[in-house]
Each structure stands twice: as structure tokens, then as C-alpha cells.
């Protein structure tokens, strides 16, 4: 199975699609969409949604990936960054790919066996455990990726329908 995983942002979208083969974790595609902010906000949404089609369109998952939202101390940000999840999830969806919901509990949980784990412990377990591609990661990518690695563990075994 290849997931395409979602770590949703509007000035930052962390990407990931990974799959699991021979019974290894591997990540196919990672990046970050990058908005840009002298955009208008319409715009930026246009940016994010091509560019989830453009992976959609060249990686081929079967399954999309996506942490829920948990509502931030600035409640415009939240507000956006929901506006921008509903993009990509209406991006996915006209794709034909299966929608699954992760919490961050979930994720912490897959990744390092517990749920209180902070973005370091995250991160050291997603380079310790996962065969990454060459180069710099943003947060928002090594992000996506452990949403990816969460997802393979709940869903990976076979095909869930879609929640939207």
C-alpha cells in the first residue's frame, strides 16, 4: 500500500508518500508546499491544491493520510490551516483516494510508543527507524513522514473506505 501523508499548513504543507515492501518502511516522495505570503489566501489555496495533485499525479497512492487539527492559542491560524485541510481533502477525494484521519496521539503513539513525545523524539525516531531520501528535511516534511509511518502501522494491512 502507498499512503500519502499530510501534515496540513497554509504558509507550509508537509508531504509525504510512503510504503511499506518486504516488510520495510520506505519514503517514496517527501517535500514541503511552500505558499507564497504576498499571495492573497485564494491563491495560496490554489498553490496547495496543485501541488497535492501534482504528487497525487506522479506517486500514485492509494490512501491519503491527514492529522487532525487540534485548535491552536491564535484562532485565525487555526481557522486557515482547517481551510486549508478542507482543500486537501477535497483534493484527495476527487482523486479517488480513501481519507483517514490521524491525531497526533496517534502518531506519537506509532512512532515512538508514547504519546506524549515532543517533535525531537519524533524526529530522531523517524531517522532511526525509516530509510529517508538524501537532503534536508523541514519539520513539516519529517512531520508528513511520521503521519505516513503512523498510517502504514493502523491501515497498511488492507483497504479502508473512505470517512468523507
Same mark, same amino acid.
Given at each position: 500500500? @502507498?499512503? !500519502?501523508? *499530510?501534515?496540513? &499548513?497554509?504558509?507550509? =504543507?508537509?508531504?509525504?508518500?510512503?510504503?511499506?515492501?518486504?516488510?520495510? /518502511?520506505?519514503?517514496?516522495?517527501?517535500?514541503?508546499?511552500?505558499?507564497?505570503?504576498?499571495?492573497?489566501?485564494?491563491? @495560496?489555496? !490554489?498553490? *496547495?491544491?496543485? &501541488?497535492?495533485?501534482? =504528487?497525487?499525479?506522479?506517486?500514485?497512492?492509494?490512501?491519503?493520510?491527514? /492529522?487532525?487539527?487540534?485548535?491552536?492559542?491564535?484562532?485565525?491560524?487555526?481557522?486557515?490551516?482547517?481551510?486549508?485541510?478542507?482543500?486537501?481533502?477535497?483534493?484527495?477525494?476527487?482523486?479517488?483516494?480513501?481519507?483517514?484521519?490521524?491525531?497526533?496521539?496517534?502518531?506519537?503513539?506509532?512512532?515512538?510508543?508514547?504519546?506524549?513525545?515532543?517533535?525531537?523524539?519524533?524526529?530522531?525516531?523517524?531517522?532511526?527507524?525509516?530509510?529517508?531520501?538524501?537532503?534536508?528535511?523541514?519539520?513539516?516534511?519529517?512531520?508528513?513522514?511520521?503521519?505516513?509511518?503512523?498510517?502504514?502501522?493502523?491501515?497498511?494491512?488492507?483497504?479502508?473506505?473512505?470517512?468523507?
Amino acid at each position: 500500500m @502507498r499512503i !500519502l501523508a *499530510i501534515d496540513p &499548513g497554509f504558509d507550509r =504543507v508537509g508531504i509525504a508518500v510512503v510504503e511499506k515492501e518486504h516488510g520495510r /518502511e520506505s519514503v517514496v516522495h517527501s517535500q514541503c508546499i511552500v505558499t507564497n505570503r504576498a499571495n492573497t489566501f485564494p491563491d @495560496r489555496l !490554489l498553490s *496547495i491544491e496543485r &501541488g497535492v495533485e501534482d =504528487v497525487i499525479r506522479e506517486y500514485t497512492p492509494t490512501l491519503c493520510a491527514i /492529522e487532525e487539527l487540534y485548535m491552536a492559542a491564535n484562532k485565525t491560524t487555526g481557522i486557515r490551516v482547517a481551510e486549508a485541510r478542507g482543500v486537501i481533502i477535497a483534493t484527495a477525494a476527487r482523486a479517488g483516494l480513501s481519507v483517514r484521519d490521524i491525531s497526533p496521539l496517534q502518531v506519537k503513539m506509532a512512532v515512538t510508543g508514547y504519546g506524549k513525545a515532543d517533535k525531537t523524539q519524533i524526529n530522531m525516531m523517524i531517522h532511526k527507524t525509516i530509510l529517508l531520501p538524501e537532503g534536508k528535511k523541514l519539520d513539516d516534511e519529517i512531520d508528513a513522514i511520521a503521519i505516513g509511518v503512523a498510517a502504514l502501522a493502523m491501515f497498511g494491512k488492507s483497504a479502508y473506505p473512505q470517512t468523507y
